[in-house]
Nanobody, 121 residues
Framework: QSRLVESGGGSVQAGGSLRLSCVAFGVTYHYDCMGWFRQIPGKERERVAAVYTDGSTYYSDSVKGRFTISQDSAKNTVYLQMNGLKPEDTAMYYC???????????????WGRGTQVTVSS
């Protein structure tokens, strides 16, 4: 019954902004964090941001200063504000709950359909 729904993707010009949303439905298992991940065909899924239950956050070096993760626990929603988008940010973006392992948010593997972000030059 657990379900993750990502939305907010789209096609923008370089330098533009998008705000992604992820709503978690029926998640009753324990988790330490909620993360945003992205994947380009043929490449490994990349952890780009995460927010932990203690409120701390993580950002990959490639998005620091441009992306901001936030959450609304009452709405079971996590957001990813993406500013200053670059063509290399083009990917399918997913959210997922996970556990903090060795300081990293490792997703359990419960993925939604994702939302596509395309940045043109």
């Amino acid at each position: 019954q657990s379900r993750l729904v990502e939305s907010g993707g789209g096609s923008v010009q370089a330098g533009g902004s998008l705000r992604l949303s992820c709503v978690a439905f029926g998640v009753t298992y324990h988790y330490d964090c909620m993360g945003w991940f992205r994947q380009i065909p043929g490449k490994e899924r990349e952890r780009v941001a995460a927010v932990y239950t203690d409120g701390s956050t993580y950002y990959s070096d490639s998005v620091k200063g441009r992306f901001t993760i936030s959450q609304d626990s009452a709405k079971n929603t996590v957001y990813l504000q993406m500013n200053g988008l670059k063509p290399e940010d083009t990917a399918m973006y997913y959210c997922a709950p996970g556990d903090r392992i060795d300081g990293k948010c490792l997703a359990f593997g419960y993925w939604g359909r994702g939302t596509q972000v395309t940045v043109s030059s």
